[in-house]
């Protein structure tokens, strides 16, 4: 029993800890331009240290902060266009009198958005691994959505039950589950990135 308590303990200790270093992290990019290479900093820490949380340290994530800031926002912002566009696209499609054509556009919309949201979960598992140029970033970004089916779909279906709990629970969303965000995703897409190995090397 003393066991299983101490294997919780460090789990949650472990999500509380990533989620820490996360907000910190935004926070001093001023948010707007810290969200995304705290997201990408966080991943490289989870990629390197796994469960160790007694190896996470504030000095090694804010030097690898500092290195990601400029090339992790420009992915993340041409992402978040590129999603903003397709949504708004949805949201004009839906106006329109239903037919057959507006019911093709509208799936085909809600697909892409689809991937792009996918996308980018793939973009910071690669970018742990490998030094990408801008543009091949979104390549094999895009590229890795055609790897796994079955990773996708269960980073979507594990996105979509820790969004509900945070929905239902905010606390515990606001303190846990970014932490548990990251190790999930990247323990799933690992088949994507084993896939797209010898594309990039």
């Not at 037919?99 to 793939?122: D, E, G, K, N, R």
Request: aromatic content about 18%.
């Amino acid at each position: 029993m003393g066991k299983v308590i101490e294997f919780v303990f460090q789990k949650v200790y472990l999500a509380l800890l990533i989620s820490g270093i996360f907000f910190l992290l935004t926070v001093c990019g001023g948010v707007v331009g810290g969200l995304a290479p705290a997201g990408a900093t966080v991943m490289s820490l989870v990629a390197a240290y796994g469960y160790d949380y007694r190896s996470y340290t504030w000095s090694e994530g804010w030097i690898l902060f500092r290195a990601n800031i400029k090339r992790s926002n420009l992915v993340f912002y041409s992402f978040f266009l590129l999603e903003a566009g397709l949504l708004y696209g949805l949201y004009l499609v839906v106006q329109l009198p239903p037919s057959i054509l507006t019911m093709m556009v509208t799936v085909v919309q809600v697909l892409l958005a689809l991937f792009v949201f996918l996308a980018y979960p793939i973009y910071l598992k690669l970018q742990v691994y490998f030094e990408m140029p801008y543009l091949v970033s979104l390549k094999l970004s895009f590229i890795g959505l055609f790897v796994s089916v079955l990773a996708l779909l269960k980073l979507l279906i594990g996105t979509g039950i820790l969004l509900l709990l945070g929905y239902h629970f905010p606390a515990v969303g606001f303190f846990l589950l970014i932490g548990i965000w990251h190790f999930y995703a990247s323990d799933t897409l690992e088949p994507v990135y084993e896939g797209l190995q010898d594309k990039v090397r």
